[in-house]
């Protein structure tokens, strides 16, 4: 099992001639950092938001998959735009692929909702190292750079977001939009656009608890996941949940949101989750670990509300 690992691994790597494979970060609480898929979302809540994301895949294995998220956004006082940063950094064996991104967001006011058509632009830094030790010794093709590969380049990205903020939300986005190849000697690593689909509704179940279903669909057209997930929220201030993600994992994941602050304008969410694979790795694997942490603040209030708060889930 640890061989046919590396050899995943030094595929989704770039080791073969080009990698195929979808090379964004994999993330179960997705719904907790739309900016990351959509740079659409900038500024679409009415709040000053913050969120961190740590993920630990395979739990166990030698070189398994680790991603950090970092996104905030706001809008802009006084004008229909909002703005925001994420910033990303995957690794898998020996590949590391960092992204950092600054969106821009044209926020719409239609009916009671907000629709954000947004352009995020950045750079990502693909770094290979040959010197990586794998868990068992495996043979390379000896044509292949010995220094690794180590590129920077430009990345743009699209997005539209619509959403009512604790009702309701939908987006289109597409990443990576020039796909570039990038090369050392005879070292190539091909970057797939990679599109996104996400939306949720929020249903009153009772006066003092709520049920929101998410759904993620991701895409680089040669491969595609779907992300199903179903959140329970009690008193707005706990949750608890499942995701499915096709043919790959289920997932638990708890979590409370604290409100803070002069009138209750700011929550201080924290979130867990973990998977469990559905798949043949399962008997080797421990499992895969995900924390959130986002805290949003709202300048103004603009109508009172029944809930403690209109921004989960947003």
């Not at 770094?127 to 920077?152: Q, R």
């Not at 009138?263 to 924390?291: A, P, Q, R, W």
Request: charge should be positive; include cysteine; charged fraction near 15%.
């Amino acid at each position: 099992m640890k061989k046919l690992f590396t050899t995943v691994v030094i595929a989704l790597a770039g080791f073969t001639e080009i990698a195929v494979a979808q090379q964004d970060p994999q993330f179960t609480q997705f719904m907790f950092n739309k900016l990351i898929y959509n740079p659409g979302y900038a500024g679409t809540s009415g709040a000053i938001c913050g969120v961190a994301q740590f993920r630990q895949q395979w739990v166990g294995f030698a070189g398994a998959p680790q991603s950090i998220a970092l996104a905030g956004d706001m809008p802009l006082k006084g004008l229909p735009l909002g703005v925001g940063l994420n910033v990303m950094n995957d690794k898998i064996g020996p590949s590391s692929t960092f992204f950092m991104r600054a969106a821009g967001s044209y926020n719409l006011k239609i009916g009671r909702g907000k629709l954000g058509l947004g352009l995020d632009l950045g750079i990502l830094q693909k770094k290979i190292n040959t010197d990586w030790i794998t868990p068992e010794p495996l043979k390379v093709d000896p044509s292949l750079s010995t220094n690794g590969l180590n590129k920077v380049s430009y990345d743009l990205g699209f997005g539209g977001f619509y959403q009512i903020p604790g009702e309701f939300y939908v987006g289109l986005s597409s990443t990576h939009l020039p796909a570039q190849e990038l090369k050392k000697d005879n070292m190539d690593f091909k970057l797939s656009r990679h599109y996104y689909a996400m939306a949720g509704y929020t249903f009153k179940v009772t006066p003092w608890s709520k049920l929101t279903p998410n759904v993620l669909y991701k895409s680089d057209i040669s491969s595609s996941s779907l992300d199903l997930n179903l959140t329970y929220m009690l008193f707005d201030k706990f949750w608890a949940g499942g995701t499915y993600r096709l043919k790959d994992a289920a997932a638990a994941m708890i979590g409370v949101q604290l409100p803070f602050g002069a009138g209750n304008s700011s929550v201080l969410k924290i979130g867990y989750s973990y998977d469990f694979s559905l798949t043949k790795i399962k008997s080797y694997s421990g499992g895969s670990h995900e924390i959130i942490l986002g805290v949003c603040y709202t300048p103004k209030i603009i109508k009172p509300t029944t809930h403690g708060t209109d921004r989960f889930l947003d």
